[in-house]
């Protein structure tokens, strides 16, 4: 992504979300293999 790498699209999402009516369903498909990567996906919802 040119501005945001996924972590930064759900930060600013997250802003947002009080706005939204509608359900949105969110799918991010990584690489990583970094253990901190995958600790900061157990905050999602």
Do not use: H, Q
């Not at 990584?30 to 999602?44: A, C, F, G, I, V």
Request: aromatic share 12%.
């Amino acid at each position: 992504m040119p501005f945001l790498d996924g972590w930064g699209f759900l930060a600013e999402f997250n802003k947002l979300k009080l706005l939204i009516t509608n359900k949105v369903n969110i799918y991010m498909v990584s690489s990583s293999m970094l253990e901190s990567d995958k600790k900061r996906t157990d905050n999602l919802e």
